[in-house]
Structures are given as C-alpha cells and as structure tokens.
C-alpha cells in the first residue's frame, strides 16, 4: 500500500519550494506562493498536515506555514 508521501502532489517538487524564507534574521517572513499552488491541487493535504502539526516542521505543510500551523494549534487548544 502506497503511503501519502507517495501520493502528494509535491512528490519531485523541489523541496526548497516549501522551505523558501524572505527578509532576514531573527524574522523569516515565508515565501509560500508556490508552495501553496502545489497544496491546492493536493488529494493528501490533511495527511500532510498532521504531520506538520505534530513534528512543529518548519516549511509549508498540509498549505499551512509554521505561523498559520501555530495559530492553527491555539485556535484548536493545542500547545504551541
């Protein structure tokens, strides 16, 4: 049985697409325009995302970057 990570859509993506950061030290701002493309169209974005809501990744995960994953674990309850 296939897994999600061989079911997403970023498989052969450059992952760097999902790790690209803007601006400078201490505050990244994510550059995810084209991350988020790649989300949209993704059948395992819920899958993907669990797993950046429970490893706190940095990248875009599931469509979400760190800072909407971890408004996303205040809104739910979760801590950050």
Same mark, same amino acid.
């Given at each position: 049985?296939? /897994?999600?990570?061989? *079911?997403?859509?970023? *498989?052969? &993506?450059?992952?760097? &697409?999902?790790?690209?950061r803007t !601006?400078?030290?201490?505050?990244?701002v994510y550059?995810?325009?084209? @991350?988020? #493309?790649?989300?949209? &169209? %993704?059948?395992? /974005?819920?899958? %993907? +995302?669990?797993?950046?809501?429970?490893?706190?990744? $940095? !990248? &875009?995960? !599931? !469509? +979400?970057?760190?800072? $909407? *994953?971890? #408004? +996303?674990? #205040? *809104?739910?309850?979760? @801590?950050?």
């Amino acid at each position: 049985m296939m /897994t999600w990570h061989g *079911r997403a859509a970023c *498989r052969g &993506v450059d992952v760097e &697409v999902f790790f690209r950061r803007t !601006g400078s030290s201490p505050r990244f701002v994510y550059d995810d325009a084209d @991350a988020k #493309a790649v989300c949209a &169209v %993704c059948e395992v /974005t819920a899958e %993907c +995302l669990a797993e950046g809501m429970r490893t706190k990744s $940095e !990248g &875009v995960w !599931g !469509g +979400l970057n760190p800072d $909407e *994953r971890k #408004a +996303l674990r #205040a *809104r739910q309850g979760v @801590a950050s």
